[in-house]
């Protein structure tokens, strides 16, 4: 019945809700936009809170639909980690991350880390180590450039295998974050156990530091015991001078938000990289 031309929205909205419809026709697109070459990779600084230098990037994936226009990874992305078609989606994103990185480090730019994210079910793959190798090794990048970030919600599921996963990715040389730290569960034990390089402080408690005395509490308890266990911090979401004051006089190590730059794309990026003065 879907395909009769004139009536297909009339057989639709008949029987079901226009928003599973939209989702049906929303996942029908997302399965061929990759061989569509729809999606475009952006790129955000992080920055080192003393220096002001770039440290790494953030790889945030983009959508240019042609009917619907720019949509969102927020829309996106949790429908494609619902419907599995994150597994492709996520193994372009590592592999083009790689390859752009390595494009960079080729034309003389001094090398910095590359951050990806990883949704829980291309975490809990069991293809997701040889997905990493092979971007690794196809594109030669040094392993010490690449972070995976991985939301503190995925490390609470499944703790055998992902102690495991993480250990393998430790192996290979790769740096693993915990993303939208605060967020996620209360036992803090994970943090003890699991192999992490570095901690980043989710956006909803930076936005109000400046005036929530809660949050700002908060934050200052986060970056003493990430410090505390040897891990970096990074705080998300750093959209004013009053943010940057408070996380300098609490020793945050590095920053990332629209005070100094937005995600852009790959040739916007290069340009930041050619300005910067190290
Ligand atoms: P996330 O990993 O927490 O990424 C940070 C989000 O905050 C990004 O949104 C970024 O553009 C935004 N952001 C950065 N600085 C600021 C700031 O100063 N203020 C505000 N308000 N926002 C800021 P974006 O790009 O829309 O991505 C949303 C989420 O989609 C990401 O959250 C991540 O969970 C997911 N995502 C994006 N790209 C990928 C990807 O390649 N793979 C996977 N698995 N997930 C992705
Ligand atoms: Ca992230
Ligand atoms: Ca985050
Ligand atoms: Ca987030």
């Known amino acids: 019945a879907k395909e009769q031309g004139g009536n297909r929205y009339q057989l639709y909205t008949a029987e079901m809700k226009s928003t599973d419809f939209e989702r049906m026709e929303l996942e029908g697109h997302l399965r061929k936009a990759i061989e569509r070459e729809e999606f475009e990779l952006y790129f955000q600084p992080k920055l080192h809170l003393h220096s002001s230098g770039i440290s790494g990037m953030e790889v945030l994936i983009r ?73 690794l090794q196809e594109t030669g990048l040094d392993p010490k450039f690449l972070e995976l970030e991985i939301t503190e919600s995925t490390l609470m599921q499944n703790t055998e295998k992902t102690l495991n996963t993480l250990r393998r990715l430790k192996e290979m040389g790769i740096r693993i974050s915990i993303d939208d730290f605060g967020t996620g569960y209360s036992s803090l034990s994970y943090l003890k156990r699991f192999p992490f390089d570095m901690l980043k402080i989710d956006q909803a408690f930076v936005r109000d530091i400046a005036h929530d005395r809660k949050d700002a509490e908060i934050v200052a308890a986060i970056i003493s015991l990430a410090h505390s266990l040897d891990l970096d911090v990074v705080a998300e979401g750093v959209e004013t001078e009053e943010q940057l004051a408070f996380l300098r006089a ?17 040739r916007e990026f290069e340009r930041v990289l050619l300005d910067r003065t190290e």
Do not use: K
Request: with cysteine; hydrophobic share 45%; charged share 15%.
């Open 63 to 135: 959508w240019h639909n042609p009917q619907r226009g720019l949509i969102s990874p927020a829309t996106f992305i949790p429908l494609a980690e619902e419907t599995g078609l994150i597994i492709p989606i996520g193994a372009w994103v590592l592999r083009h991350a790689c390859e752009q990185a390595v494009n960079w480090q080729q034309a003389g730019h001094a090398p910095v880390r590359m951050a990806v994210n990883l949704s829980p079910r291309q975490f809990l793959s069991p293809d997701l180590i040889a997905t990493v190798a092979d971007s």
């Open 250 to 266: 609490h020793g945050c190590d590095e920053i990332q938000g629209y005070l100094f730059h937005r995600p852009m794309p790959a």
